[in-house]
C-alpha cells in the first residue's frame, strides 16, 4: 500500500518562505513523475509544479519563479520550496505521481496560510 505523508505547511506572512516535504512509502519512488497540487475550499485540486523521473520540471505561470520543486530519491521525498508567498497561495498542498489515471491514494494534505 503506498503512502503519501506531506508536511512543512504553516501560517507564513506575505513575502515569506516555506518547504514542503512530501515522503513516498510503499512505491518505486525515483522512477515516477511527481507533483505538487493545491487546493481551496469549493475547488479541485490544481497542479501547480511537477517533476519526470529524469529531473525536468515544470510550473503553473501563478508559481513559476517562486516555486522549486525537487525531489530526493534516497529519501523517496519530494519537496516544494516556496518563496515571496503570496495570499493567493493560500490552499491546502497534495503531492501525488503523474499521470492522473495512475495516482496513488492521496495523503492528508498540508496547509498553507498566507496571511499578515
Known amino acids: 500500500q503506498v503512502q503519501l505523508a506531506e508536511s512543512g505547511g504553516g501560517l507564513v506572512q506575505p513575502g515569506g518562505s516555506l518547504r514542503l516535504s512530501c515522503v513516498v512509502s510503499?512505491?518505486?519512488?525515483?522512477?515516477?513523475?511527481m507533483g505538487w497540487y493545491s487546493q481551496t475550499v469549493g475547488k479541485q485540486r490544481e497542479l501547480v509544479a511537477w517533476?519526470?523521473?529524469?529531473?525536468?520540471?515544470n510550473y503553473d505561470d501563478s508559481v513559476k519563479d517562486r516555486f522549486t520543486i525537487s525531489r530526493d530519491n534516497a529519501k523517496n521525498t519530494l519537496y516544494l520550496q516556496m518563496v515571496n508567498l503570496k495570499p493567493e497561495d493560500s490552499a491546502v498542498y497534495y503531492c501525488?505521481?503523474?499521470?492522473?489515471?495512475?495516482?496513488?491514494?492521496w495523503g492528508q494534505g498540508t496547509q498553507v496560510t498566507v496571511s499578515s
Open positions: 501525488n505521481k503523474l499521470p492522473r489515471k495512475t495516482q496513488f491514494p
Open positions: 510503499g512505491s518505486l519512488f525515483r522512477a515516477h513523475t
Open positions: 517533476m519526470t523521473a529524469g529531473g525536468i520540471t
